[in-house]
């Protein structure tokens, strides 16, 4: 129809016509590839929130069960740090720190197990494989999933490092420790006989600030980690949650 109209006005030599034409043409490419742009756009907008979506849902379930871990790796350093104060006062005439019990003797006997998650979101792993990462537009949101996957990493490296010729406390000292063939809680440690030996004291003092560099690095990084990812894509999906009640 329009072929037929061109050619017609070319014959009769009507130029202003043929520039109109020409014209309409120009304009139905600019307006197809425009269209075919903001689709694809569209399409990219969508797939960003989709990858955003799942990202959060899986940091939200990691935030929670890595919680109790957390709370526990945490506590596990304080008694450790208890019995070291108890070491440090015994004999002396302020010996005021209460006297340990099982659960200081559980995290003697556990003070060279770094044994937590370190774990990538699958989304993550995902994202930057295939690159689809640059589907994320805000460019502060990319980077921070970047950092996260390069901080798994280095949390790797820090536990390895860490657990590098780490003392297993129970097998160097089986006068001091008698180890339950049932369960860790009920494992015997003869503090009064540990607070005694300087040996004991400085390889309890090494496993301690290993076990305190892990749960603050590694397991309490992490989680910082996830909570500071999660806030953000809180933000960027505009997703509110209700404050429970603690
Ligand atoms: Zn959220």
């Given at each position: 129809m329009l072929l037929?109209?061109?050619?017609?006005?070319?014959?009769n030599q009507e130029w202003t016509a043929i520039a109109i034409d020409f014209l309409i043409v120009?304009?139905?490419?600019?307006?197809?590839?425009?269209?075919?742009?903001?689709?694809?756009?569209?399409?990219?907008?969508?797939?960003?929130?989709?990858?955003?979506?799942?990202?959060h849902e899986e940091v939200s379930i990691m935030i929670t069960?890595?919680?109790t871990e957390r709370a526990e790796t945490?506590?596990?350093?304080?008694?450790?740090?208890?019995?070291?104060a108890y070491f440090e006062a015994f004999?002396?005439?302020?010996?005021?720190?209460?006297?340990?019990?099982?659960?200081?003797?559980?995290g003697v006997i556990s003070s060279h197990l770094f044994a937590g998650d370190i774990t990538l979101p699958p989304t993550i792993s995902e994202l930057i494989s295939t690159g689809q990462i640059l589907l994320v537009s805000n460019q502060a949101l990319r980077m921070r999933i970047v950092r996260f996957a390069q901080a798994i990493d280095e949390y790797g490296q820090l536990r390895h490092d860490i657990q590098v010729d780490r003392m297993v406390l129970s097998r160097k000292y089986p006068d001091?420790?008698?180890?339950?063939?049932?369960?860790?809680?009920?494992?015997?440690?003869?503090?009064?006989?540990?607070?005694?030996?300087?040996?004991?004291?400085n390889d309890l003092l090494d496993n301690e600030r290993r076990f305190k560099a892990y749960a603050a690095g590694v397991i309490q990084g992490q989680q910082g980690l996830r909570q500071g990812l999660h806030d953000a894509l809180d933000i960027e999906l505009e997703i509110t949650h209700v404050e429970t009640a603690p």
């Open positions: 037929r109209r061109v050619i017609s006005h070319v014959r120009v304009l139905g490419v600019f307006v197809a590839t425009q269209v075919a742009n903001w689709n694809a756009a569209l399409i990219e907008r969508e797939l960003e929130r989709a990858y955003l979506l799942r990202l069960q890595q919680e945490v506590a596990r350093a304080k008694r450790l740090e208890e019995v070291a004999g002396t005439p302020d010996a005021a720190t209460p006297e340990p019990v099982s659960e200081h003797c559980s001091l420790i008698r180890l339950s063939p049932v369960d860790r809680a009920q494992s015997v440690c003869d503090f009064p006989a540990m607070a005694q030996s300087q040996a004991f004291r």
